[in-house]
């Protein structure tokens, strides 16, 4: 799980893939990180207020859970962003698609 500010400020300098739902953010950890992956969520106030961000959450969270484990790549560090009315409001089965259809757009980046 990602914490702190300094591995979110270096996943949003790597690679992005864009989803209707959220936004995805992706990077190789160096050699010297310890292997595994690692992901964090955010939601900003412009996703609506504290109920509309911890749901938005909620529900990235469980994406995360069902499709990183696998297909997330090991020594990647992914970092998920809610988007306003949106992330909540679609159908969990299309949020999982899109982290499929994202995850694969990343990976394939050479």
Not at 10 to 32: I, K
């Amino acid at each position: 799980m990602l914490t702190k500010r300094a591995d979110f400020v270096r996943a949003s300098q790597a690679l992005r893939a864009p989803a209707p739902g959220f936004t995805l953010q992706a990077r190789v950890r160096s050699d010297g990180e310890a292997k595994g992956v690692r992901v964090g969520f955010t939601c900003s106030k412009k996703v609506g207020n504290a109920v509309a961000r911890n749901r938005a959450k909620r529900r990235l969270r469980e994406v995360a859970r069902a499709v990183l484990l696998a297909e997330g790549q090991d020594g990647w560090d992914y970092v998920l962003i809610g988007r306003p009315k949106v992330t909540a409001a679609l159908p969990f089965q299309q949020l999982l698609d899109d982290l499929s259809r994202a995850l694969s757009r990343v990976h394939r980046t050479p």
